[in-house]
């Protein structure tokens, strides 16, 4: 906007309905692009906007460290929406904003879910790859588990688990080390 049609208007109304006020204003598509001077103290925001707004930044907070963590991209075209208070935005807001949060949860959670068994698939095959497949048959009255850990909490866990009358065979394929643990069934309602 060129600068000779920028005009600079002083309203003083209720800081309640200030944010009403500057929501269309930005509806319309103008700004002013000017900083506070430090003498003019900034509103009090009214206790029925301060709450959802703080709701508003802990959504946004969390969908960041979300979009950060897995790089998605924003989306390409903006999502608009017509609304007549500065309440109901956020009323808008809070209930998209905590169904996105929702589904995003789920989804990370399925993510987590598929990399683990993934884990534990690789494992089953680095095991049965190098040791062979007959150790992976059920035993009568024994269950076998394979464990991906680090060589160096090999003789903690051992001891952790002699208790349970299990057994600790290392399994080392590459870079990669495994526990291979044999344990009675009864032993199972322990873990």
Same mark, same amino acid.
């Given at each position: 906007?060129?600068?000779?049609?920028? /005009?600079?208007?002083?309203?003083?109304?209720?800081?309640?309905?200030?944010?009403?006020?500057?929501?269309?204003?930005?509806?319309?598509?103008?700004?002013?692009?000017?900083?506070?001077?430090?003498?003019?103290?900034?509103?009090?925001?009214?206790?029925?906007?301060?709450?959802?707004?703080?709701? +508003?930044?802990?959504?946004?907070?969390?969908?960041?460290?979300?979009?950060? &963590?897995?790089?998605?991209?924003?989306?390409?075209?903006?999502?608009?929406?017509?609304?007549?208070?500065?309440?109901?935005?956020?009323?808008?807001?809070?209930?998209?904003?905590?169904?996105?949060?929702?589904?995003?949860? &789920?989804?990370?959670?399925? /993510?987590?879910?598929?990399?683990?068994?993934?884990?534990?698939?690789?494992?089953?095959?680095?095991?049965?790859?190098?040791?062979?497949?007959? /150790?992976?048959?059920?035993?009568?009255?024994?269950?076998?588990?394979?464990?991906?850990?680090?060589?160096?909490?090999?003789?903690?866990?051992?001891?952790?688990?002699?208790?349970?009358?299990?057994?600790?065979?290392?399994?080392?394929? &590459?870079?990669?080390?495994? +526990?291979?643990? /044999?344990?009675?069934?009864?032993?199972? &309602?322990?873990?």
């Amino acid at each position: 906007m060129p600068i000779a049609r920028l /005009i600079e208007y002083k309203i003083a109304l209720p800081s309640e309905h200030a944010f009403d006020l500057l929501m269309n204003i930005g509806n319309a598509g103008y700004f002013m692009p000017i900083t506070r001077p430090g003498v003019i103290p900034a509103p009090k925001v009214p206790g029925k906007y301060s709450e959802k707004i703080r709701r +508003v930044e802990d959504i946004s907070r969390e969908l960041g460290r979300v979009l950060n &963590q897995y790089s998605i991209p924003p989306p390409a075209t903006p999502h608009e929406v017509k609304v007549g208070l500065f309440n109901e935005l956020l009323e808008y807001i809070i209930e998209d904003g905590e169904d996105l949060l929702t589904r995003v949860k &789920q989804y990370l959670d399925s /993510i987590e879910g598929i990399r683990n068994e993934y884990m534990k698939l690789r494992g089953i095959v680095d095991v049965v790859s190098s040791v062979g497949s007959i /150790i992976m048959e059920r035993l009568r009255h024994f269950l076998v588990d394979i464990v991906p850990l680090s060589e160096e909490d090999f003789s903690e866990f051992r001891n952790a688990i002699v208790n349970y009358g299990a057994e600790a065979l290392p399994v080392k394929v &590459q870079d990669r080390f495994y +526990v291979l643990v /044999i344990y009675p069934e009864w032993a199972r &309602q322990a873990y």
